[in-house]
């Protein structure tokens, strides 16, 4: 089992930038993959960003793409998403999560673990 924590949520106004972080522990080597997902109220909790084991492969959603960079420090076993042209609309709940595979961690019923999420609010 993998526990995930993150922090680094908050309010911010429109155009700024957030950095959240996200800490694994336990089995991370069962479920090496990493990402974020976000659940905006009302909504379903959605897919944002995806990176491998090695960084050499990140995938985003078209929502964030240009705007939001995820990497990882594997030797913390932590990985990161760096939050930039934040909008009104990027408001949600952010969760980190972990699975074995990239094509498992882009569906949110695939996911092995998820964090408690952290709280972002853009206002305008």
């Known amino acids: 089992q993998v526990q995930l924590v993150e922090s680094g949520g908050g309010l911010v106004q429109t155009g700024g930038s957030l950095r959240l972080s996200c800490a694994a522990s336990?089995?991370?080597?069962?479920?090496?993959?990493m990402g974020w997902f976000r659940q905006g109220p009302g909504k379903e909790r959605e897919f944002i960003a995806v990176?491998?084991?090695?960084?050499?492969?990140?995938s985003y959603a078209d929502s964030v793409k240009g705007r939001f960079t995820i990497s990882r420090d594997s030797a913390k076993n932590t990985v990161y998403l760096q939050m930039n042209s934040l909008k009104p609309e990027d408001t949600a709940v952010y969760y980190c999560a972990a699975a074995r595979t990239i094509s498992r961690l882009t569906t949110v019923r695939s996911v092995d673990a998820w964090g408690q999420g952290t709280q972002v609010t853009v206002f305008s």
């Open positions: 990176i491998d084991w090695s960084s050499t492969v990140t």
């Open positions: 336990g089995r991370t080597f069962s479920s090496p993959v």
